[in-house]
């Protein structure tokens, strides 16, 4: 897989830029891996070491936390992330019409990326805005009212 | 405040944005200008108006014409033809012209709508959220400076008992009673936590409230941390609700600037200090004592209780928990009395609620409206009516936690007893209304699988429960199942209400109870029949013809 994995230099840089920002206390842990996650798109095993010699936390604990968030990932993804609502609101007005054709352009199944690096598709529970059903979010863009047709057109908008 | 000969508000929710609400913002203005039109006209980005059908939205008042979906080409005639011209630029009125809010308000003095009882949400929609000035202007900050200068704490804690204000986060516990456990507790610290992990599936009614009026928070976590004896308040918002912390964060930082966070606030020796705290998506974390262990930087399981939050909550100190809806009714309630309050909804559960009206009807969006009104009405009259003319099945209230309401029980008044009485639950204010096309095998199944990816799989009950009984909807919708297996599937929902140990796992079984009471034909199709009488289901085993 040629997803991108991050130089030690870069992490270390996101890392202490995170830290400096929130403070290195342990209230502080979920806001700073948001941010390494954020900026590395994923966070690497190397960005935990040194948060956890940072903030005196065990390597376990803060393994615990970063594998219980779903905005949190341990492994790196593709350069798009597509985040498909499966909860009910979005099922009943066709969202499994749009998952069945996001499966279909990309190739992909859910917590699949693709070989090239370029798209991660993942299931998420409910985004909060229901009203438009169904909705897609492509990294922190929203989508509502996909309809399957719709779909190759959005996708095309990426690089 | 300045005056002007029109208002005009440009829709700002995430898909508005994502649709170019931007871009239509600068176009008003350059517009605006070219006209030399800029003293006479106001034009301001609001949040969320509670509709979703034709975004972005330009909403003219005083006329109170909406437009959309608007972009920048369509600008210029929009601005030529109704604010240079005076004239309804035609072309551009949005389609379905029934509205909620401020507007349908504005319709119903008008006697053309029904109105709706906006409280939490009385400014949601109208005022510039990023301004506050516009709060201000709008009775902001005044009920923060009536319970600083003329009110003891417990006065305050008593008005808000009186008034029956009940938790609108779901279980519906009376406000003033949490905040009279806090207040008595011996403490030198203590906390208001707001909670805005909105995450019930198909709820975005606090986020309507963040976007569109962040202030509100701000003024009601202090008025509740004057009442307790609390200096300090952490906002837990969703980590998914980036524009809503955004806002936040500027509400607060220029309510400090302002004095009304920071010391001595109102020139009274009450100090208040509030940290925003984004989740990292987790929907357990709503759960109270999964967010508090969130916001000390560990994973998001439910404590167990007791001890509950109000005496040992966030580093062990007494905390008050409460969703964003209930902090907003908080402002109103101290400014316009308890008795006001009490005129709206029923007895037990005085005030309104607001509800995300989805699902298969003709206008989806928010309504916020006295408590005890009916589905029926709700589906008649807000929604206007079922999609394509079809019949009413079911609907599914406040979220995953909520109810499966079947058709013979839209006439039950929706508030806390009465569906308490009725065996459902009225959740958080999510109504997704659903027509004969959809199966309740296939909705459930749904459900739990919700249910099974948000387990925090602390408890077996739950972790394991959830996981058997989506395996058990899958067979069913599969027709693969047995009769004996919904026996199991009914004692499973009850070993779920009764082993788990938070309200995730306690709540998971209910659209299994749900189905099985109301719906037990359609289920026994699957497996007798081998049929999905809705037509959702692929069944994979057919049957042989013989």
Not at chain 2, 43 to 49: H, I, R, S
Not at chain 2, 177 to 203: H, L, M, Q
Not at chain 2, 411 to 434: E, R
Request: proline fraction near 5%.
């Amino acid at each position: 897989m040629s997803v991108e994995t991050k130089s030690r230099e870069k992490i270390l840089e996101v890392v202490n830029a995170a830290i400096e920002k929130f403070g290195a206390k342990q209230e502080e842990l979920i806001p700073i891996l948001n941010e390494v996650n954020r900026q590395l798109g994923y966070i690497p095993t190397e960005a935990m070491e040194e948060i956890s010699r940072r903030l005196k936390e065990p390597k376990s604990s803060l393994f615990g936390v970063a594998s219980f968030y779903h905005m949190l990932s341990t492994k790196p993804r593709g350069r798009h992330v597509i985040q498909f609502c499966e909860s009910a609101p979005c099922h009943v007005v066709g969202g499994r019409e749009v998952f069945e054709s996001l499966k279909e352009e990309l190739g992909l199944e859910p917590n699949e990326t693709s070989p090239d690096g370029k798209w991660t598709l993942i299931t998420t529970s409910c985004l909060g805005v229901c009203s438009v059903g169904p909705v897609i979010v492509i990294d922190e863009d929203i989508y509502g009212n996909v309809d399957a047709r719709k779909v190759p057109e959005i996708l095309a908008r990426y690089e | 405040m300045k005056m002007t000969r029109s208002m005009v508000l440009v829709s700002s929710d995430p898909i508005s944005i994502q649709l170019g609400a931007q871009e239509v913002f600068q176009a008003l203005q350059e517009q605006i200008k070219a006209f030399g039109l800029e003293e006479e006209i106001s034009l301001t980005m609001v949040g969320d108006v509670g509709r979703h059908d034709a975004l972005p939205l330009v909403i003219v008042y005083p006329e109170a014409v909406i437009y959309g979906p608007v972009t920048p080409e369509k600008v210029p005639y929009l601005v030529e033809e109704h604010l240079y011209k005076g004239r309804i630029a035609e072309e551009l009125v949005a389609s379905v012209r029934e509205l909620s809010g401020r507007i349908a308000w504005l319709h119903a003095r008008k006697g053309t709508l029904p109105a709706e009882q906006r409280i939490v949400l009385r400014r949601a929609g109208i005022i510039d959220p990023t301004s506050i000035e516009d709060y201000i202007l709008n009775d902001g900050y005044t009920a923060l400076g009536k319970v600083l200068t003329s009110m003891t704490p417990q006065e305050v804690i008593e008005e808000i008992k009186k008034s029956g204000l009940r938790g609108r986060g779901g279980a519906g516990f009376p406000t003033g009673t949490k905040w009279g456990f806090v207040a008595r507790e011996k403490s030198e610290k203590k906390y208001i936590i707001c909670n805005a992990d909105e995450s019930e599936p198909g709820t975005f009614k606090d986020r309507l409230i963040l976007e569109g009026d962040p202030h509100s928070m701000i003024e009601a976590m202090a008025i509740a941390g004057y009442a307790v004896g609390a200096d300090e308040g952490y906002i837990y918002v969703r980590g998914e609700y980036l524009l809503a912390q955004e806002r936040l964060k500027k509400a607060i930082q220029d309510a400090r600037e302002m004095g009304f966070l920071g010391k001595n606030i109102f020139g009274t020796d009450f100090n208040f200090e509030i940290h925003i705290h984004a989740g990292a998506g987790a929907y357990i974390c709503g759960e109270e004592t999964a967010l508090i262990e969130s916001i000390e930087g560990k994973r998001g399981q439910p404590r167990s209780r007791p001890p509950y939050p109000t005496t040992h909550g966030l580093w062990g100190k007494p905390t008050v928990v409460n969703n964003v809806e209930t902090l907003a009714n908080i402002p109103p309630i101290i400014n316009n009395g308890a008795d006001w309050y009490r005129s709206f909804g029923t007895p037990s559960s005085p005030g309104t609620k607001v509800y995300t009206v989805l699902g298969n009807v003709n206008v989806t969006g928010l309504i916020e409206v006295p408590m005890g009104i009916t589905l029926r009405e709700v589906i008649a009259i807000y929604a206007k009516g079922m999609k394509n003319g079809s019949n009413f099945k079911l609907a599914q209230t406040g979220g995953s936690s909520g109810s499966i309401i079947p058709a013979s029980l839209q006439d039950t008044p929706m508030d806390f007893d009465s569906y308490t009485k009725a065996g459902v639950s009225l959740g958080s204010g999510a109504l997704l209304i659903c027509d004969e096309d959809t199966c309740v095998v296939d909705l459930a199944k749904v459900l739990l699988n919700f249910f099974r990816v948000e387990s925090c799989g602390k408890c077996n009950p739950c972790r394991i429960g959830t996981q058997r009984a989506w395996e058990m909807l899958d067979k069913i919708s599969k027709g693969q199942a047995s009769l004996s297996d919904l026996d199991k599937l009914a004692e499973l929902s009850e070993n779920l209400y009764m082993l788990s140990n938070c309200g995730l796992g306690q709540t998971a079984g209910t659209p299994l109870r749900d189905i099985l009471n109301y719906f037990r034909a359609e289920v026994e199709a699957h497996i007798r029949l081998k049929v999905c009488p809705a037509g959702v289901c692929k069944m994979e085993e057919l049957i042989p013809l013989s």
